[in-house]
């Protein structure tokens, strides 16, 4: 009698993949339709703001851009006689206070900016998808499924992120100086069209 034992896909663990923790922060948020950047391919795209005090998705963060950077070894080396350190490479994971210094929505924050060719999926707080495009926009905060991988294209080296899928757990405070309409006209007065009579 042959055993055959049972393999869970989901249980197969992808070194190079990180969920970031549930106060991740979507700024510079397309998910809706892709968008060409200077002439490029269009993409979906996101910057993750992650707080500095998240220390177990900076550390997964952290170990998956190793991982990414030793398994891509033979990319990185290209045509050249070794391989350049990690250090000496472009990585994702940026530190907001000396990059963004006067948005203080990246203040005591991480960022990773991350994209995909095709469309992330996006689900609320119950694993729903989310089919109202309004709800999704710069500032609201949840879980981003990404994953890191070596490039080498045209001179450039490095370690990029891709974009796999979003959760998004609570509203935000919107980013980029445009309001909610629901913000602009919660607290209006009925009295405002008095002037008319």
Excluded: H, W
């Amino acid at each position: 009698m042959i055993f055959r034992r049972k393999i869970n896909m989901a249980k197969i663990i992808n070194p190079t993949k990180v969920v970031t923790g549930k106060n991740t922060r979507f700024s510079y948020l397309i998910v809706n339709e892709p968008k060409a950047i200077n002439g490029g391919t269009p993409k979906y795209s996101v910057s993750l703001i992650i707080p500095k005090a998240d220390t177990l998705t900076v550390e997964k963060v952290k170990a998956a851009i190793q991982v990414a950077y030793e398994e891509g070894q033979a990319k990185l080396k290209g045509n050249g006689k070794s391989v350049p350190p990690l250090k000496a490479l472009k990585t994702p994971l940026r530190d907001g206070d000396e990059e963004r210094p006067d948005d203080p929505a990246y203040a005591g924050c991480y960022f990773i900016n991350a994209n995909s060719a095709t469309k992330p999926g996006v689900v609320d707080a119950d694993c729903q998808p989310i089919l109202d495009t309004s709800e999704l926009y710069s500032g609201i905060y949840g879980r981003a499924s990404i994953n890191f991988y070596a490039f080498n294209t045209n001179g450039n080296k490095g370690i990029a992120c891709g974009l796999n899928n979003l959760q998004k757990l609570r509203d935000g405070e919107p980013l980029g100086g445009k309001s909610r309409a629901e913000d602009d006209f919660s607290d209006m007065d009925d009295d405002d069209d008095d002037f008319l009579s």
